[in-house]
């Protein structure tokens, strides 16, 4: 039976248990996005009117000055290096990413320099940035930072994000306040965070969110900060802002997007998922050969996930967890887990992007895989 498009193209049905990741297409749109974006890419209009007006609207959400839809959240990341390193002058956007010397150098905490699917320092290199790595990969100290910065520093670049390390870094208001003592801007990258307004009343200059994350929007993005800022920002449309220009279809589907969110009941949404991770943990403890406990988000959001582990004490498991997570991604549907402690005999499941029936069939496909 066909399920869906990509079932009637003669791919596997995936069962998301993974979370709103790019490799499996981040998230699914609701049928309000859906026609806004449609009706978006069934019109004409100005692009660059289109950028400034959404823009406006985008701000009113955040509570920043201005703001720049993009095509996602490191395209935001990219071209708010370039819009800090050119300022804004033709010349020097045309160039990019070719900034010999210019002032060009962003500071961030080593610990923060992730990989997130990309490297963090190739998005900045591609905005004709230099990456300055402050510290050490489990500690940083504020002097770190202090001493990281020349007079060829541009900008100091805060990552929040459960990829990073969650111990030992200096504070983002220690950071935030080095920046501001410095005279710099302070950039925060908070792709996947699910407030949009937290991160600019905190006073970061420049804020760049995915749209397709937390939203929930057709693939897009946007960064949000001063009007002096965006303006460079926007520029950057006309040097390598072309290879990640932003569909009209995309903006669309994203100020709904931006309206549905604030319609939505955030608290009674993560209980029901913290439910359903529950039900993951409770089930998956009955099956001989695995563990599964309940955890929550490494970087502190309201998510609740089942994390998964080969139970060592039981007899005659000749599972490893790396064998496993390899037969739940084999079939149709293939059932992909969060792999980020594989290395260390866990996975976890993020009960977010399941949809009906989903949370029995991993229960049921990991029954089969241990033997029951």
């Not at 800022?229 to 290879?243: D, S, T």
Request: charged share 25%.
């Amino acid at each position: 039976m066909v399920h869906n498009i990509y079932q009637g193209m003669g791919l596997s049905r995936v069962v998301n248990a993974s979370g709103r990741v790019t490799k499996l297409g981040v998230s699914t749109i609701s049928d309000r996005v859906a026609s806004a974006a449609a009706a978006g890419a069934q019109s004409y209009v100005v692009i660059d009117d289109l950028i400034d007006r959404a823009g406006k609207m985008i701000a009113a959400h955040t509570g920043a000055e201005d703001a720049c839809p993009t095509s996602c959240a490191s395209a935001a990341i990219a071209m708010s290096v370039a819009g800090l390193v050119t300022k804004g002058k033709w010349t020097a956007v045309a160039r990019m990413p070719d900034s010999t010397g210019m002032a060009n150098e962003i500071v961030l905490q080593k610990g923060h320099s992730i990989d997130y699917g990309a490297p963090m320092p190739t998005m900045i290199r591609l905005g004709g940035g230099v990456p300055v790595e402050a510290g050490t990969a489990n500690e940083v100290h504020p002097e770190d930072i202090e001493e990281a910065i020349t007079d060829k520093t541009v900008a100091l670049l805060y990552v929040k994000s459960h990829h990073c390390v969650q111990k030992g870094m200096v504070g983002i208001e220690a950071m935030r306040d080095i920046a501001h003592r410095h005279g710099l801007p302070f950039v925060v990258d908070a792709a996947a965070e699910e407030d949009f307004r937290k991160y600019i009343a905190l006073g970061a200059d420049l804020v760049c969110y995915s749209g397709a994350k937390a939203l929930e929007a057709t693939t897009s993005g946007f960064v949000c900060g001063k009007e002096e800022l965006i303006g460079y920002v926007k520029k950057q449309y006309r040097g390598i802002g072309r290879a990640m220009k932003v569909g009209k279809e995309q903006i669309t589907g994203l100020l709904e997007a931006l309206d549905q969110y604030e319609e939505i009941d955030h608290e009674a949404r993560a209980e029901i998922n913290k439910e359903a991770a529950g039900y993951l943990v409770e089930k998956i403890e009955t099956i001989s050969g695995l563990r599964a406990t309940l955890i929550q988000d490494e970087a502190g959001r309201a998510i609740w996930r089942c994390r998964v582990a080969i139970d060592q004490a039981a007899p005659n498991v000749r599972k490893t967890m790396y064998q496993v997570n390899e037969e739940l991604r084999k079939g149709d549907p293939t059932i992909w887990a969060r792999t980020e402690f594989l290395n260390l005999g866990m996975i976890d499941f993020d009960p977010r992007p399941l949809v009906q029936g989903d949370k029995e069939l991993i229960v049921g496909k990991l029954k089969k895989i241990m033997g029951e």
